[in-house]
């Protein structure tokens, strides 16, 4: 993703991984909730152990068209500024 955002926007971009300590220490100093952080922390530690899987086919069901790649998505972002 860092790839394809630094092709589109010629900007050198990054991704770095977060730890979940830091996850919660920025959460919580933008305002969240501990119920929020709690649930981030859930979800991001399911993330570490399974992955972030999909499935296009269903997607392409729900939206009854073929869905658009994550480069036409930064491309458009990109243009909207």
Do not use: C, W
């Amino acid at each position: 993703m860092a790839e394809i955002i630094s092709k589109v926007t010629g900007k050198t971009v990054r991704a770095d991984q977060v730890s979940i300590d830091a996850l919660q220490e920025k959460a919580r100093a933008s305002g969240a909730s501990e119920d929020r952080v709690r649930q981030m922390t859930i979800m991001n530690q399911h993330y570490d152990a399974y992955g972030f899987l999909g499935n296009s086919r269903i997607l392409e069901r729900v939206l009854e068209r073929r869905p658009g790649t994550f480069e036409d998505y930064v491309r458009r972002l990109s243009t909207q500024s």
